[in-house]
């Protein structure tokens, strides 16, 4: 449905080369942007490039709605100190979310192993956009009450989203776990994300599974008046799409355009150049799962039947 | 077998049992006299503090009768003092509960004097120096005959005014209540007249509680004691039922409720739970005890049950009678303050924290976090605090910024993510306030791609001192895209000679 419509939009907006757009656009998701901020998008023509795929228009949807309500949804990055971009990312696309503008947010941060003793600050969320104001902290002392927590904030119906900051792959956020919390968020209409620093891909029940890394920075002569090795430029992000349950995957390097709160910029890029350690380092067929899980899926492949000799000896 | 402490100078007994003041021993004799009229005396040392303790354990306990009890140790004497009004009826009587209450003591090994009189003075001394042979209850307006026979000791005065009294000849109550008050005044002083005007009731006195007295209580009597989680839970849910039309008469909703919990062999335990709005619903605070039981780290340990459960309201709030709408099914903030009390009753209500702004400009000084149990619940309609009122509008001003001027640089200025403690970074980079060109950090090198700065913050002399260094903040972003936020402390030729740089927060 929706890509019918994200592609009619597109086309029209081709065909007139607007620069603002009056009717309100419809997503996928069923969030409806009003017009008054469509007008200050920078138009779709200079946004996605001309003979487009299906895959940048499902990556073109999230970059400008948000991710969709009553799912549960997981971004990882690889290492620790990426978390700012993980964090980040998060927050953007959060106030992209503009129907739940109104309603708080409820991180939930895991006890990190290391001492990785970073805490959210608010005027930098401000800086950003978000308003420190509707965010409630939980800081449970296991990972377990971590779980337990967010498991009763997704069936809460007042929130915009419940956010799970976790390090690594706990054991008890199996299968299991991601599919009740998915449930659940599909019952109350909450947006549940789990932020996973310092992990691989793993199997999980998400409806969606992003992989974010850093990226140096968009520097334009265009938009800032910088010249190059000037500065640093507009916050950019290499985001990988590894899964996605109701639509196509695909990889784009993304540009936080702080003047008009979204993004922009967005070079969408081949999926086999894609920056995910997993897919160049492990073979295709196998996802790569931690150790200390009881419930170990199983290699994704062909099961080739072997003929069977019935006891015949000698 | 005795007690010693040492007194004056010299080891005293200060405490005897039965056998060894059938030997001859008394009190505050020196322990070598005692040893030689009773060789094999079994000593031990006075433990001050593992008395008050018991004390305090027999008085948690005691609670069970009645709320309003203090401990007095008035002269040394330990004892306990119960106001028992209005009480009485639900042991079947003053002489009931007294029963019941020697009995309890003594299955623990206690003796015990219990006295019940309408005064707390009269009390007092007929528990302790009263004949045993009396009926130990003395009803209201008889004090005066019951109290005359004490001696002196009886009216808790000082040890110094009875040996005067003693001086003169009088020996007993009975001797100076009829004598005239202004010469006994102003011979022995005003608190000699206060004591017997209390005695004997003419005078009012009433006991300050161990604990503050909960407003709203309500309690069960289990003839067969219980231990079960699920009869405790059931039982809760019983007793906040029984409250919740008090509260809707009285247009109240609780916010601090107590669970105490009274088992058979004398001990007793104590759950609280803190909401963030005022709770009436019986099902809502049952779940929220559940929370709060299944957060122990030890489960309850019921011995052999638990005989009495009360549940009292320690804190109330004005709360309006929700109207429920036929249509929906929930008033619109419901489920997130039912969220907000059950995540506060399970993780602690210090581990669900909201932002709040402070005035200073030191990043890590600049805000704080506050329980979110206290503050003001509601995020749509409720009044917010100042500060937040000044974040708002701070962002909104630079939102402003933004759109008339874009030239200026409409960058992100501070980190998202922010280090507890800045961490201590290898930094090489031009003397005297170059930029970064390189770092050092957490054992991993970066290159430097990019950066900006230097934000000057200077330090806050009137809390860290004249002594305190300036910070020059760079937002730096190395090769693979990571943007840091660090800072070199101190300048460098005023300062110090050699500032150290450090790193403080990441950026998106």
Known sequence: MHHATATALIDHLHAQDQMRVQTDYQTKSGITLPAALNAQLIPASRLLPKNRTVAEDELAAFFEAGLPSGSLHELRCAHSRDAGALAGFALTLLSRMNTHAHKPVLWICAPFADTSNMTLFPQGLANLGVDPDRLVIVTPLSVKHALWAADEAAKCTDLAAVILHIEGHPGALDMTATRRLNLRASESGTCVIILRQSSEEEANAAITRWYIAPRLSFQSQLHDGLKPDEGIGHTAFSVHLERNRQGATGTASVTWNHQIRGFSHVRYEDHTHAESPSAAEVPQHRIPHPANRQDQPSDMGQIVALPTQLGRSG | MAVIASVKGALRLSALNQTARQAGLHKDQTLTDARAIVPKLDCHEADEAADAALLAAIADWCERYTPLLSIDTINGLPGLMLDITGCAHLFKGEDALRLDLISRLTAHGFVSNIAIAATPGAAWGIARYGDLDDSRIVATRAEREHVAPLPLEALRMAPKTVEELKQVGLKTIGCIVDLPRGPLSLRFGRPLLRRLDQALGREEETISPRMAVADLASERQFVDPISLQDDISRSILSLAGNLKPVLEKRALGARVLVLKLFRVDGERRMLSVVTANPEREPAHIEQLFQDRLASLHSPLDAGFGYDLI??????????????????????????????????????????????AMNDSHIPERSFGVLPSIRTSTAHSNASRTDMSQNMRTQAALSLADA???????????????????PEPVDVMAEIPEGLPQRFRWRKVLYEVAASEGPERIACEWWRDGRQALTRDYFKTEDRAGRRFWMFRLGLYDRESGRPHWYMHGLFP
């Not at chain 2, 109207?323 to 039912?338: E, G, H, L, R, T």
């Not at chain 2, 506060?344 to 924290?353: C, E, P, S, Y």
């Open chain 2, 310 to 355: 009360r549940l009292e309201i320690a804190t109330s709030e004005p709360m309006l009678h929700q109207q429920a709408d036929f249509v929906s099914k929930a008033p619109i903030a419901d489920s997130y303050n039912a969220l907000i009390n059950r995540l506060g009753a399970r993780l602690g209500t210090d581990r669900v924290q909201r932002f």
């Open chain 2, 403 to 421: 759109e008339d001027v874009t030239e200026l640089d409409t960058q992100l200025t501070r980190p998202i993510l922010l280090l507890n403690r």
